[in-house]
C-alpha cells in the first residue's frame, strides 16, 4: 500500500468506529512505521484506539469493523484499549505510543501524561536487558546461529526504539525514523544497530553468512547500554 492508499483506508476505519461508537470513542492513533512516516509497502497499519469503557460487545463490534476494512488480514493491527486501561499501562510502555504517532481522532488530556525522565531508563532499561539476554544466551550456548540470528528482527528494532528513548532522555529530542537518527549519533554500535534495524530486509544473505558477527553486536550494544544507565543512575 502506498501513503494515498492508507490514508483512504483510515478515513474509511475512523468513519466506521465514529458510526459504531459515538461519543464513546475517545482517541485514535495511527502507530507503528506509517505513523513513524518510515513504512514499506507491506507494513501493516497499527491503529490504538481508546473506548470510554469496554464490554463484551465491544470486542465483536470492533471485530466486525476491522473485518470489514479491506486486506484486513494483512494489513489490520493495534490495540483497542478503554481509558481505565489506558491508566493502568504501566507507563514505560506508554513512550511509544505518546511519540512517533499520529493523532487521527481525539484527545489524551486528563487521561495520561507524556512519560517523564523515570520513564524513559525504564523503558531503556527493558529493551537493552531483554537484548542482552537473549543475544548472550545465543553466544553462550550451542544454537545454529545462521538460523537464529533470524529471529533477532524485533530486538534490533527495540536497539533503535531505545536510543529514541535515550535521546528524550538526555537531549530532549524525538527523533522518529532510523535515516534521522544517525545524524545525532556518535557511538559507531549505535549506528551500526540502528542501521541494522533499518536495513534488515536487504541483510537476510548476509545475517546467515555473518550471524555471530551480528549476535556479537547485538550483546555489546546492550551490555553498553545498561552500562550507559548505570552511569546516570550513580
Same mark, same amino acid.
Given at each position: 500500500?502506498? &501513503?494515498?492508499?492508507?490514508?483512504? #483506508?483510515?478515513?474509511?476505519?475512523? =468513519?466506521? /468506529? %465514529?458510526?459504531?461508537?459515538?461519543? *464513546?470513542?475517545?482517541?485514535?492513533?495511527?502507530?507503528?512505521? #506509517?505513523?513513524?512516516?518510515?513504512?514499506?509497502?507491506?507494513?501493516?497499519?497499527?491503529?490504538?484506539?481508546?473506548?470510554? @469503557?469496554?464490554?463484551?460487545?465491544?470486542? !465483536?463490534?470492533?471485530?466486525?469493523?476491522?473485518?470489514?476494512?479491506?486486506? $484486513? &488480514?494483512?494489513?489490520?493491527?493495534?490495540?483497542?484499549?478503554?481509558?481505565?486501561?489506558?491508566?493502568?499501562?504501566?507507563?514505560?510502555?506508554?513512550?511509544?505510543?505518546?511519540?512517533? *504517532? @499520529?493523532?487521527?481522532?481525539?484527545?489524551?488530556?486528563?487521561?495520561?501524561?507524556?512519560?517523564?525522565?523515570?520513564?524513559?531508563? $525504564?523503558?531503556?532499561?527493558?529493551?537493552?536487558?531483554?537484548?542482552?539476554? $537473549? $543475544?548472550?544466551?545465543? /553466544?553462550?550456548?550451542?544454537?545454529? /546461529?545462521?538460523?537464529?540470528?533470524?529471529?533477532?528482527? !524485533?530486538?534490533?528494532?527495540?536497539?533503535?526504539? =531505545?536510543? &529514541?528513548?535515550?535521546?528524550?532522555?538526555?537531549?530532549?529530542?524525538?527523533?522518529?525514523?532510523?535515516?534521522?537518527?544517525?545524524?545525532?549519533?556518535?557511538?559507531?554500535?549505535?549506528?551500526?544497530?540502528?542501521?541494522? =534495524?533499518?536495513?534488515?530486509? %536487504? /541483510?537476510?544473505?548476509?545475517?546467515?553468512?555473518?550471524?555471530? !558477527?551480528?549476535?556479537?553486536?547485538?550483546? *555489546?550494544?546492550? *551490555?553498553?547500554?545498561? =552500562?550507559?544507565?548505570?552511569?546516570?543512575?550513580?
Amino acid at each position: 500500500m502506498d &501513503q494515498h492508499q492508507v490514508d483512504a #483506508w483510515l478515513a474509511d476505519f475512523l =468513519a466506521k /468506529l %465514529k458510526e459504531r461508537f459515538g461519543d *464513546r470513542l475517545i482517541w485514535v492513533g495511527l502507530h507503528g512505521s #506509517w505513523g513513524r512516516q518510515e513504512a514499506r509497502p507491506e507494513s501493516d497499519i497499527d491503529c490504538v484506539v481508546v473506548l470510554d @469503557r469496554i464490554e463484551d460487545a465491544d470486542l !465483536y463490534a470492533f471485530r466486525d469493523i476491522v473485518s470489514s476494512m479491506p486486506d $484486513a &488480514q494483512t494489513v489490520g493491527s493495534g490495540l483497542l484499549m478503554s481509558t481505565a486501561e489506558l491508566r493502568e499501562t504501566p507507563r514505560f510502555y506508554l513512550v511509544q505510543f505518546f511519540y512517533g *504517532r @499520529r493523532v487521527l481522532y481525539g484527545s489524551l488530556q486528563g487521561i495520561v501524561t507524556p512519560p517523564g525522565p523515570e520513564e524513559l531508563i $525504564a523503558d531503556i532499561r527493558l529493551k537493552s536487558s531483554d537484548n542482552l539476554h $537473549a $543475544a548472550r544466551h545465543y /553466544l553462550l550456548y550451542p544454537h545454529d /546461529l545462521p538460523r537464529v540470528v533470524h529471529k533477532l528482527k !524485533y530486538p534490533f528494532k527495540n536497539c533503535f526504539y =531505545a536510543l &529514541q528513548s535515550w535521546l528524550l532522555l538526555t537531549q530532549g529530542k524525538y527523533v522518529p525514523v532510523k535515516n534521522e537518527i544517525l545524524e545525532y549519533l556518535d557511538n559507531p554500535d549505535d549506528r551500526e544497530v540502528v542501521s541494522v =534495524a533499518r536495513d534488515w530486509y %536487504k /541483510l537476510t544473505d548476509d545475517l546467515t553468512a555473518h550471524a555471530q !558477527y551480528y549476535i556479537e553486536l547485538l550483546e *555489546r550494544w546492550s *551490555r553498553g547500554m545498561v =552500562a550507559k544507565l548505570e552511569s546516570c543512575r550513580t
